[in-house]
């Protein structure tokens, strides 16, 4: 078996599905992007499909991940490394087709058969969040995640952080102590803004804080963390498992959040996963994307003892054009239950995309975060 072609489509909301397909039909699926860079990633994928993997065998899956890590004098980093997660999900769906198993049993073998998710409320700049926080939990979710702030100033007023405090609490009043609250700083506070904004949500009991400082001052996190008895996360902007070492050995997270489209993909997270159990920590996958990066977390959940929840972009505030099931041929294999997915058990990464639908839309995703602005015309953090 041999690979002998591939294809990319860029596609709304923000997405970037790759197919690749092997001489005896055998056809993989991964999401490779970062969001508002697609073309970007598009670019370093068909570079490395070219240059590394067009005409070779594709089962050998880790020496891939070593060839397209390792080949190049400078590797990691954003860009190459979600390349190389498209490409990484891509070839474990046909390994696990070629072998008529899905990813997780040839990764071990499931813990769960099922796997918690949780579902977004709010916008970026978080408004209505207690009806939409109801509404989601009569739909059945039993936890739920929010953006804690708008934009914030370096040190932030006692009425910002009231505002924030009021806003969880409401949540928390409208939905009762049962279901959980995530709360997404997005990397929008100092480390001094962080640890206010977390002392005045901790008495409405968040499942976690997020990103509570931007990852290149995650030195902070253990400062931040010692502050608080709040479960802290953060890992979506982490790409390797070395960018994970100092937080695990400062003990400076309770959970992290590696991206399958980011962070290497099924083999690299798979690798976190693992190190993070070594330090009691728990997983909780990045996945604001589309069905094949759900699809690639849930092979990881499966097999992981820590895996806490899954992060899921159902009705997610940024698909306002596409969402999460159209793209998929059988829309039904992501119906959730009691606030549970089952973790998808057919060949290889278990889920059918539908082609026509890719070509359809293809070439028009021309989605870029904003540009945040605080009224003296500094630029502020999204």
């Known amino acids: ?13 923000r997405w970037l599905f790759l197919r690749v397909e092997t001489d005896d039909g055998t056809v993989g699926w991964g999401e490779p992007v970062v969001e508002g860079r697609a073309r970007t990633v598009k670019e370093a994928v068909s570079e490395l499909m070219d240059d590394y993997l067009l005409g070779e065998d594709p089962l050998p899956v880790a020496d891939h991940w070593e060839r397209l ?8 980093g954003p860009v190459l490394m979600s390349a190389i997660a498209g490409i990484d999900q ?58 804690g702030t708008p934009e914030l100033e370096r040190v932030e007023s006692p009425a910002a952080i009231d505002r924030a405090a009021e806003r969880l609490r409401t949540v928390r009043e409208a939905v009762g102590p049962e279901v959980d609250v995530g709360v997404d700083f997005h990397g929008r506070a100092t480390k001094t803004a962080a640890k206010q904004l977390v002392a005045a949500l901790e008495p409405h009991d968040p499942f976690f ?7 290149e001052h995650d030195d902070a996190l253990a400062d931040v963390a010692a502050s608080t008895s709040v479960p802290i996360a953060t890992g979506e902007r982490l790409f390797h498992r070395t960018d994970f070492k100092r937080i695990f050995e400062e003990n400076a997270v309770d959970v992290i959040q590696p991206d399958l489209s980011h ?10 996963a693992a190190m993070a159990g070594a330090y009691d920590v728990s997983v909780a996958p990045h996945c604001p994307l589309g069905p094949v990066a759900l699809a690639a ?17 159902l009705d997610i505030h940024y698909n306002e054009t596409s969402d999460v099931l159209d793209y998929l041929a059988d829309p039904s294999m992501f119906e959730y239950e009691d606030g549970l ?27 870029h975060n904003p540009v945040w602005r605080r009224p003296d015309g500094s630029v502020a953090e999204w």
């Open 69 to 76: 890590y390792r080949g190049g004098f400078y590797r990691g």
């Open 341 to 367: 997915v089952p973790v998808p058990d057919g060949p290889g990464l278990g889920v059918e995309v539908d082609r026509d639908v890719l070509e359809e839309r293809d070439g028009h995703d021309d989605w």
């Open 1 to 13: 078996m041999r690979i002998v072609d591939y294809d990319l489509y860029a596609v709304p909301p």
């Open 209 to 215: 804080v997020e990103e509570p400082v931007l990852p």
């Open 90 to 147: 891509a070839l474990w769906d046909i390994r696990g087709k070629h072998f008529g198993a899905p990813v997780h049993q040839l990764l071990g073998g499931p813990v769960r058969d099922r796997v918690r998710v949780y579902q977004w409320v709010g916008g970026d700049r978080p408004e209505g969040v207690a009806e939409a926080a109801r509404e989601k939990v009569d739909a059945g979710f039993t936890a739920l995640k929010m953006n």
């Open 297 to 313: 977390c849930l092979q990881v959940d499966a097999v992981a003892p820590n895996a806490l929840i899954q992060e899921q972009s």
């Open 263 to 272: 962070a290497g993909g099924i083999t690299e997270v798979q690798r976190i």
